[in-house]
């Protein structure tokens, strides 16, 4: 069942009406706007350190991958030895299409879509890079990227020295009180009731652009899970399955902790940058993706959040461990003639062998969480 | 390693240079009279070797110092297909190679969601808010001035072994226990700073907070909080590595890892829990029926031995051999391990040796004259409420093979002939 085939044929066509990889010049503030699509992933500016990607710094003029520290995947390796040398036409293709251009590049990222959005973040970019001869004061101004977004920033270091300090009045009268602004800015969190949440709303609609934009490259565009990024729909009645698939459709009790989670946590790398207002529309999106409610124009509010319940609620129960029957029996252990014959091997680890051992890192045989 | 053929480089007249190089080789021998050597006994003996005649490095060289060069496998270790990505992973603490009961601070295991947090201690504060009679903040000047204590915990994370539930999966102690380790932790009672701000009668539930890109939560009702919590800021005696939770992190001992909260920020006190992601999508043990626990903290006795083990195979031969393990209860202390040589059959009490502290690893030894023959070896712990160690296949009826979390299962290592040594599940 495809949802939104609407914009999965747009992206299709924009592929296909691309001109050329080389491109324009673009607008380097534009492009800082768009270089948070790869925020989650790169960091770019002063200090700058590998993330799931590497640093983007001095990325004109540099062999394809040759920063130091970063571990790539062997094509990209391969790529530099070669003779790839990013600039702005490899750059460009790249970015479209990174899959297209480097077969089994690890860079789990889709590609943009739009000429001038290359050109834009090629040009930010192109302010990281010396050889690209851009004005040094920009390297300074550029690291807003990679810090969590203003509207969220916690308060000042120190409290500055005319903010009124009120003692503790405790035992030790230690610390001081906190203001109602600081305990707003970090007192995000969201109760299964709905206490805590923040005033606005968002549709399904509203929600699936910015879902497409932010969350997709690494949920899968209809939250299926890009590679082994987790899966965020679907698997609903599997969890007496083999192999269960917990998703927020088949397995979260309460819609609550979407919003709580995605809001102080999401997008992976770039956290505390979505407006509540986007929060409202990815959770009313994800509840469509996982077919808790069917309309594109559901509007879920602080108002009819709380009436919104999840399938699987009665499913959590107390913790039983004390009454499971080894434990309840609390007897004495046996110590001799504990098993009638002699002992088999019913199972070996070799068997299987997804031990790790320096390289060959590509077994699945499970996940830990 | 010491094999008394082995022929000893010689260096004439070597400079201190030259001495230096050639150690950086390691053993990258030049050839000598090997066979006089070796009648005339071992020359490890009876030649003056270099480290006894030429000076070693200065005591400066190493402000901060390192284990031996010879110790370099001594690492923590990761499965890179267990998650998507390193920033938020997971890797594991080297217990076959660790004796004692502390755990030494770069070889605790890591466990994080968005990346270890770089927090100059300057910039750090602590909040509590809520159902307090006045919210504070600390800075961490502030929380040095409370009253201090220092205590040994074991920190597990409720996913080790969570990886063995289907059976037998990965060859070594490293990685089918090594999500754990045990540091003596200084820092304030939680209580003292929830009485500074006054919890109201209402506040049942605290809410933990971390400063890290996942800002993580975890709720913790409040008898827990106000009964042995601690707010640490040293492990083994000095700060938090940056990995650990530098500058501050939250000590919940007996339970379950995710719950002390690392780069420790808020702590909220409310009237009902928070249900966050760590306590409802992760950390809840889904059973075979379908339904999920919820709120499963404690950690569950058990054991393992460390050595001999996959990574830690016998080597030398028949003769003295000691089997060396730990066990550990969430709720108190370890009464007594049992170890087995034939797979269950038959089972003899280890020896406990060094601290019995509760909450805290304990280690345990079974020194035994090994005859060269396979064995099967198990250890099985019993705690001072008498919980004993269950098996794994007791785990899977009761719970099915999906819970993830809190496998306290009895470990089985087969050990053959040669002292090669595999994990097993044994009938």
């Not at chain 1, 851009?134 to 500055?160: D, I, L, Q």
């Amino acid at each position: 069942m495809l949802k939104f085939p609407k914009s999965a044929a747009f992206a299709v066509l924009a592929l296909a009406t691309l001109s050329s990889p080389s491109l324009a010049e673009g607008d380097a503030d534009a492009g800082q706007k768009v270089f948070k699509k790869c925020a989650a992933c790169h960091a770019v500016g002063e200090g700058a350190k590998h993330k799931v990607g590497p640093e983007l710094n001095e990325i004109f003029g540099r062999a394809a991958g040759s920063a130091e520290g970063y571990k790539y995947s062997k094509a990209m390796i391969e790529a530099g030895d070669a003779g790839l040398v990013w600039d702005a036409a490899t750059l460009g293709e790249y970015l479209t299409n990174p899959k297209g251009m480097i077969k089994g590049t690890k860079m789990a990222f889709a590609g943009l879509k739009k000429d001038d959005e290359v050109a834009n973040v090629l040009a930010y970019l192109r302010t990281f890079s010396q050889e690209a001869a851009a004005a040094p004061a920009a390297a300074e101004t550029g690291e807003a990227p990679v810090e969590t977004a203003a509207a969220a920033a916690p308060p000042e270091p120190a409290p500055a020295a005319d903010m009124v300090v009120e003692k503790s009045q405790g035992a030790f009268g230690l610390g001081r009180k906190a203001l109602p602004e600081e305990i707003a800015a970090w007192d995000i969190d969201i109760r299964p009731d709905g206490t805590g949440l923040p005033e606005g709303s968002g549709t399904v609609a509203q929600g699936e652009p910015i879902y497409t934009d932010n969350c997709a490259v690494c949920h899968g565009d209809f939250g299926e899970g890009a590679g082994r990024w987790p899966v965020l729909a679907g698997g609903q009645d599997t969890l007496r399955n083999d192999r269960p698939e917990k998703t927020i459709g088949s397995y979260w009790p309460y819609l609550s902790t979407v919003f709580d989670y995605v809001r102080r946590a999401m997008p992976f790398g770039n956290a505390r940058s979505m407006s509540d207002d986007d929060v409202y529309a990815l959770t009313a999106y994800l509840l469509y993706l996982n077919d808790v409610v069917d309309d594109e124009e559901f509007e879920l509010s602080k108002e009819n959040f709380a009436s919104v319940r999840l399938p699987n609620e009665a499913n959590f129960i107390a913790d039983g461990r004390a009454d499971e029957p080894h434990y309840a029996k609390s007897v004495e252990p046996c110590m001799t003639d504990c098993k009638p014959g002699p002992v088999e091997i019913t199972a070996r680890a070799q068997v299987i062998d997804v031990t790790p051992e320096g390289e060959g890192d590509e077994n699945s045989g499970g996940s830990i969480d | 390693m010491v094999d008394i053929t082995d022929p000893k480089p010689t260096k004439k007249a070597a400079s201190r240079r030259d001495f230096l190089k050639a150690g950086l080789l390691g053993g990258a021998a030049v050839a000598a009279s090997a066979g006089a050597a070796r009648a005339a006994g071992d020359p490890l003996i009876t030649e003056i070797q270099d480290w006894n005649r030429y000076l070693g490095e200065g005591v400066d060289v190493a402000p901060y110092g390192k284990p031996s060069e010879f110790e370099a496998n001594v690492v923590r270790r990761n499965v890179p297909w267990l998650t998507a990505d390193p920033v938020s992973s997971i890797n594991f603490t080297p217990l076959h190679e660790l004796d004692g009961i502390i755990t030494p601070n770069g070889l605790c295991f890591e466990r994080h969601h968005g990346g270890t947090a770089i927090i100059n201690p300057a910039d750090h504060r602590l909040m509590i808010n809520g159902l307090v009679d006045t919210p504070l903040v600390f800075t961490m000047e502030d929380l040095k001035r409370f009253p201090r204590e220092n205590r040994v915990y074991f920190l597990e994370c409720a996913a080790n072994g969570g990886m063995e539930w289907r059976g037998a999966q990965l060859n070594g102690c490293q990685f089918t226990h090594g999500m754990i380790h045990c540091v003596v932790y200084t820092g304030v009672p939680l209580r003292y700073l929830l009485e500074e701000a006054g919890v109201k009668t209402n506040g049942k539930w605290l809410l933990a907070e971390g400063a890290d890109a996942s800002a993580m939560t975890r709720s913790i009702p409040m008898e827990k909080a106000l009964d042995d919590c601690l707010v640490a800021f040293k492990m083994n005696g000095e700060a938090l590595r940056p990995e650990q939770g530098y500058p501050l992190r939250l000590c919940v001992p007996g339970w379950e890892g995710n719950m002390w909260v690392k780069w420790l920020r808020r702590l909220e006190v409310g009237d009902e829990p928070w249900a966050q992601r760590e306590e409802t999508s992760k950390y809840t043990d889904l059973l075979a029926d379908g339904k999920a626990r919820r709120h499963t903290w404690v950690m569950d006795v058990k054991s393992v031995i460390t050595s001999p083990s996959p990574q830690a195979p016998v080597t030398h031969g028949k003769g003295p051999l000691v089997i060396t393990g730990l066990a550990w209860s969430g709720n108190g202390t370890i009464k007594r391990v049992d170890v087995t040589l034939d797979g269950g059959r038959t089972w003899q009490t280890a020896r406990l040796d060094g601290p019995s502290l509760p909450k805290a690893l304990h280690r345990f030894y079974l020194d035994i004259n090994w005859d060269g023959s396979e064995l099967l070896l198990q250890s099985r712990a019993m705690d001072d409420q008498g919980l004993v160690q269950p098996t794994k296949n007791e785990l899977r009826l009761a719970r099915g093979e999906n819970s993830i979390y809190h496998n306290n299962g009895i470990q089985t290592w087969h050990v053959n002939n040669d002292g090669v040594v595999e994990n097993v599940e044994v009938s």
